[in-house]
């Protein structure tokens, strides 16, 4: 059974977890990697380094618009691609679990599920600008 009182507080515990995680991954980039850097290593898997930018741009708009509730199903959705190319350029040949070596698949494909989990289930309580419905 489904607890309506609650699931909105639920999906917002989610939502904000789920923000706070890519706005953590975009600071790494920012302050310890930096932008450039992360440029190059991006470069150094094939990929163009403007890329780089690009993502972490990504990860900072949306983490903000789930923490907030900013269209946050929509936001939930457009973040997969960045742990889809995480997984197929640098986790999926490290096997399934996340202590190996440049570490696995596992915690991003984890993240992928909450994400799921998140534009599944709506935007939860305290949502800014609730996701239009189409």
């Not at 980039?29 to 890329?51: D, E, N, Q």
Request: proline share 6%.
């Amino acid at each position: 059974m489904i607890d309506t009182r609650t699931v909105p507080y639920a999906v917002f515990v989610l939502r904000v977890a789920l923000g706070g995680l890519f706005l953590a991954h975009a600071g790494l980039k920012i302050f310890v990697f930096t932008p450039a850097g992360t440029a190059g290593f991006f470069g150094s898997l094939g990929l163009p380094g403007w890329l780089a930018y690009v993502t972490i741009v990504w990860e900072v708009i949306g983490g903000a618009a789930l923490i907030l509730g900013v269209w946050p199903r929509i936001a939930a959705v457009a973040l997969i691609p960045i742990l889809l190319g995480s997984i197929f350029t640098v986790h999926g040949a490290a096997g399934f679990f996340f202590d190996n070596a440049n570490g696995g698949w596992e915690f991003p494909a984890f993240w992928i599920v909450g994400l799921v989990v998140l534009a599944l289930a709506g935007d939860g309580k305290f949502a800014l600008k609730p996701t239009p419905t189409f």
